[in-house]
Each structure stands twice: as C-alpha cells, then as structure tokens.
C-alpha cells in the first residue's frame, strides 16, 4: 500500500451490499460498493458504507470483514421504497450522516453512488470541507434517452449537473460514460476518471459443465444459455425468450434473478415473461430460477454454454465480466459498458439491442461451433483477470482519491442552495438543487 491508509465513507443510498442480487432494486451498483469497499479494506483503509435501512430488524452497524461495515440509516420506513420515490427521504438521510461525522467520526473522501448520495455528498462537502466523488452508475438524461416514461422526479437532471460541477472528481465507469457526461451534461473533463468495474477471482472461477449441470439438477446435454440480472424490461429478457424461439436446434434458457414468486416490482415482468414464452413456444424450455445467492452464481454460470445480456442499455453491466469469470463465452449488446467489456469475435459476439433475429444468428453461431466458443470463454477470463479485478479497481480509485486530497477541493464558483433537512419537495417537476 502506497501512503497512509485512509478513512473513507462510501454512500449507496438504495443499494445495499448486503442486498441478493437479483432482488428488487438490487443489481450491479450493489456489487460494486460490496466488492470496492472489501477490497480497500484489504488494502489497509477503513471503509463505511452508509445504506438507507428498509429492514427494522437490520442491526445499525453490521461488519462485512475487518476495517469494512456497513452502516443502517434511518431515513422513511424502514421498509423497502422504489428507488423512484426516495429523494425526498434524503435531507433525513444527511443529516444522520452528519450528525455522525459532528459527534464521531471524520472520513478523508466521501464517494457517492448514484445520484441520490451524490445529494447527501454535497451538503457533507459543504459543512465538512470533505472532498467528494461521484459515481452515477446511470444517468437520468441517458435514461430517458431509452425509457420516455421515467418514473425519476425531474429535478434528477438538475442534480447531476450540479454533482458534474461541484464534485471534486467524477468516475466513468466505461469510455460511453465518459462521453455521455460530456455529450449531454457539458462535464469538465479534468473532473473526469474512468474506473471500471471487477470481479472477485476468488468468488467466480471456472468449473466442470458436467459437474455444475449435476450440481444444479439440469439434465441432458441440450444447447444452454443463461441471463442472470434484475428482472426488468431494460434488460431485454424478452428478446432473448424471442431468439430463443427463433433457433432451429434445440436449446433451453435459464432466467436467474427477480422475485418471480415473491410479487413485488419485479412480479409483473416475471408474469409478461411467462406469458410471453407461452406465446412464442419456449415455455417449457425457460426456466424461471429466481433469486440465487452470490456464493451459488458461479455454477450457474458455469452450467451454461453462453451468456446473454441484451439490454436497451447499460452504464456498465457486471454479470458479462462475471461470465467471463467462468470461462463462458457472452453475447451481448452493442451498448454502453457491454461494447467496452466484450470484444467482439474475441471475447463474445456483440449484437444489436432489440434484435431477436440476430441474436438468434449468433447463439447459433456458439451452438454449431464449440471450440470457438470455449477459445472465447478462455479469452474471456485472461481479459478479466488481467484488467477487471477488484484489487485493480480499487488501486485506480485510491489513486483518484489521493488525487483529489493532494489537491485540495477544487474551488468552487458557485454555491448549492439545498432543502432543509426534513422539508418535502413541492412537485415532481421542482428543483431541490439549484444554483444562484
């Protein structure tokens, strides 16, 4: 470790790493604050991580391994709340968090997840003088680029334009994230570092088909592809039940993660999914597995033949560098973090988002020509181990972190006028955040 460890809180207000993967709301956001904040603690430094508490039974502090917690704030029910509908719950959550860092502890660097804790970040940045980082893992101009009927209040975008601005550095995850915050935000591109994402080389590893199928109770030899992630329709699920229904050759598609038998927000996109595999002819070759922990992920990957992530879009996606993990050869879209992670005819096939026909072609592809597909499975693996490991992600953000402390906090032209904490906003279309 290169200089003096350092104190640092991590904000994920919605996204716990405590959280199964695949469950409402939980996703890669959730592995990265988990996997970031273990790696840093491996390193020497102590890392918080501050969570909003949906669980009353929860403990207040829970330790994931030495110098790393995970610490529960009270801020609405502690119950679950759609990501959608908790920015109002955020001036409470910022002022437990100061309260905390008034009366105990201080941190060296704030770094925010998305753009709720990006919120909580300024007012620490303001009465702290803490530098702060940013991480959106998605943006909301680039989300209503591709879903018109964003549920998120409007006031999201003035938010994340003042995080562009007053953060001292701002981290995008992959070369389309850059350029998106650019394109659409005007972002000071000195603010800007791109830190991917990583997988854990212990967690994830090849192991035997043979042996995961027997683990799993998959019988036979048929054609297998999986799709592991959030049950919603981004993801693209749908277009895979249709390739599926395209292949001339014999194939089944295991579905891992959602609630599917739980109701809950992913209920009704597991119900659209059955009926849709009905109609087209596959139900009886999808198979809806639901939530798997972590621990289980890795024979799930390695049961399969290919993986599939074929979303509308993707800030960054995880599960094809877990894929890759395995041995498995990825099929994904030509989007986002995906076109970044995968290299095409090396790595996986890259495909067009929303196009069943030629997702078809290319797990056809896959399915008539193994050992290519076990050369891109192996390719894979040597990219993630080389570039994409958690310990490599984690150097590149203490890098980021030193930066900014070396530096001082940038200064600032102008200031942040926030919501009083415990005040409500007066309309979705209102502005918390504003600049004068």
């Excluded at 509908?85 to 201080?106: K, N, T």
């Excluded at 006031?155 to 389309?176: F, K, T």
């Excluded at 089944?252 to 993660?257: A, D, N």
């Excluded at 659209?272 to 939530?291: I, K, P």
Aim: charged residues 25%; hydrophobic residues 45%.
């Amino acid at each position: 470790m290169t200089g003096a460890p350092l104190r640092i809180a991590l904000i994920s207000e919605h996204a716990s790493p405590l959280a199964s993967l695949g469950s409402v709301d939980a996703g890669g956001q959730n592995t990265y604050v988990a996997n970031i904040a273990k790696a840093l603690a491996m390193q020497g430094h102590q890392v918080d991580i501050f969570t909003r508490r949906d669980d009353r039974d929860m403990p207040t502090v829970v330790d994931m391994r030495p110098g790393c917690r995970v610490i529960h704030v009270d801020a609405g029910p502690p119950s679950f709340v759609a990501k959608e509908c908790m920015l109002e719950l955020m001036p409470a959550f910022a002022s437990q968090m100061a309260a905390l860092m008034r009366h105990s502890v201080g941190y060296d660097v704030v770094h925010a997840n998305f753009f709720m804790s990006g919120w909580v970040g300024l007012r620490l940045q303001d009465e702290f003088d803490v530098p702060l980082v940013t991480t959106f893992h998605a943006l909301g101009l680039v989300r209503r680029e591709h879903q018109p009927d964003d549920a998120f209040p409007a006031s999201r975008i003035g938010i994340e334009r003042v995080l562009m601005q007053r953060s001292d550095a701002v981290i995008a995850e992959c070369p389309q994230d850059r350029l998106d915050m650019v394109r659409l935000y005007g972002a000071d591109t000195d603010r800007l570092h791109t830190v991917a994402c990583g997988i854990d080389r212990e967690e994830l590893a090849p192991l035997a088909r043979e042996t995961a199928r027997q683990r799993l109770g998959l019988h036979g030899d048929a054609f297998t592809v999986l799709q592991l992630g959030r049950m919603v329709p981004r993801k693209g699920i749908d277009n895979v039940i249709r390739a599926l229904a395209l292949l001339d050759a014999p194939a089944r598609l295991l579905v891992v993660g959602g609630d599917a038998d739980k109701g809950g927000g992913t209920a009704a996109e597991a119900k659209r999914l059955r009926r849709l595999a009905l109609e087209c002819g596959v139900r009886s070759r999808v198979d809806f597995v639901g939530q798997r922990s972590r621990a289980e992920l890795r024979w799930w990957y390695s049961a399969a033949d290919v993986f599939v992530s074929t979303p509308w879009y993707e800030p960054f996606g995880i599960t094809p560098l877990e894929a890759m993990a395995c041995a498995l050869p990825v099929i994904g879209a030509d989007v986002g973090g995906i076109k970044y992670s995968v290299i095409d005819g090396v790595t996986g096939l890259l495909v067009p988002p929303r196009d069943p026909r030629a997702l078809a072609a290319s797990l056809a592809y896959v399915d008539a020509h193994p050992e290519v597909a076990r050369a891109m499975g192996l390719a894979g693996l040597r990219r993630v181990r080389t570039e994409f490991t958690w310990e490599r992600i984690a150097a590149q953000l203490l890098e980021v972190y030193r930066a900014v402390l070396t530096r001082g906090r940038t200064r600032r032209r102008r200031s942040l006028r926030l919501v009083p904490a415990g005040s409500t906003f007066a309309s979705s279309t209102g502005v918390m955040a504003c600049l004068h």
